[in-house]
């Protein structure tokens, strides 16, 4: 039981960057998704609803601080049936509303991590990780949840060197 898995939500179309709205093709942790894949040669899960927030920056604000409010866990597409050949999950999500996005709670709270080491990435405009690892933790009960990476948004595409360092400090202590 020695696979990794990268898992992680992320939306592309209209968000904040430098303080304009626009839209783009590849949400930011995606592409920082992307990159530990090149480092690490896990495999790559992409956590995606059944019904997406919307594609205009104000509505998806408007639904997920909703989802928040609501502690609701939006329904999700095509989830493995079991993640149990993994022993390390790194975990990517954006901080919406100073924690993780509710779908990555109905993907965590879809098995049973128990034993298995959650190693947070998020990436954010200013808030860092947030609440997002007690979060995590309470939906993962039994998990191991080591430490995360906090990547502003904007820089998702200069994420290479702290990547490599982050994933490193996990090989330094043998795995
Ligand atoms: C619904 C929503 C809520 C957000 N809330 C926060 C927040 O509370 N703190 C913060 O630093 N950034 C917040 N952001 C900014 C995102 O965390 C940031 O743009 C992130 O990189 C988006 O990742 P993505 O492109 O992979 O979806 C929010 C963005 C959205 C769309």
């Known amino acids: 039981m020695k696979k990794r898995l990268i898992a992680y939500f992320s939306r592309a179309d209209e968000n904040y960057f430098e303080g304009e709205l626009k839209y783009v ?65 790194y975990l990517g999500y954006p901080n919406y509303c100073g924690t993780v996005p509710m779908p990555v709670l109905t993907f965590l709270e879809s098995y049973d991590l128990t034993g298995k080491r959650i190693r947070p990435f998020c990436t954010h405009e200013g808030g860092g990780m947030g609440s997002s690892e007690s979060d995590i933790l309470k939906s993962s009960p039994g998990a191991i949840l080591e430490m995360g990476a906090a990547i502003p948004g904007s820089k998702a595409e200069e994420s290479d060197e702290l990547l490599e360092m ?6 330094s202590r043998g795995d």
């Open 25 to 89: 093709e590849v949400g930011n942790t995606e592409t920082v998704a992307k990159k530990l894949q090149k480092i690490t040669g896990a495999d790559l899960l992409a956590i995606r609803m059944e019904t997406p927030y919307d594609r205009d920056y104000h509505k998806c604000v408007e639904e997920a601080r909703k989802d928040l409010e609501e502690n609701a866990r939006p329904r999700l597409l095509d989830l493995p049936e079991s993640l149990k050949d993994y022993r390390v999950i």
């Open 166 to 171: 982050w994933v490193d400090s996990f090989y």
